[in-house]
């Protein structure tokens, strides 16, 4: 019986087609070219890190300004206050008079963010509030004896 194989071994029909190889490379690298057009507008238009411009002591806390809107977390361990925020900044210290006692302050650079504690004689609490004025964020933290 007589094939499609030809004595020297070559078949009747063309099997190497280069279409579909170069239809794969030119997809490749559309997605290529995307995925780095994409991160490069990304790194472009990233906002900036959120940074502490200055502390205020005011009454009964402190008044904390930032550029915009830090993440914030805050807790109250023994009597102590603790805030981390996820920005940059300088570290700040003071005290300031709550209710008749003296309590200090601390601002802290940490490899996590900036983190503000409030330690007193008395155990404290907290409570803050946070409003953007004039293109800046503050956050006026409220300390004052349990």
Known sequence: MRGTDSENDRHSTATDDPLPRIRRRFF???????????????????????????VEPVASGLQL???????????????????????????????????????????????????LHFVATRPLTSSWSGEKIDGEWRLAVQVRPR
């Open 28 to 54: 490749g690298s559309l997605v290529l070219l995307g995925l780095l057009f994409g991160s490069f507008l990304g790194h472009i238009f990233r906002p900036g890190p959120v940074e502490l411009l200055r």
């Open 65 to 115: 300004w930032f550029n915009r809107e830090p993440e914030l977390y805050s807790q109250d361990v023994d009597g102590a206050v603790g805030m981390l925020f996820q920005s940059k900044g300088k570290a700040d210290a003071g005290r300031i008079e709550i209710e008749g006692a003296s309590a200090g302050w601390r601002v802290q650079t940490t490899e996590k963010g900036l983190l």
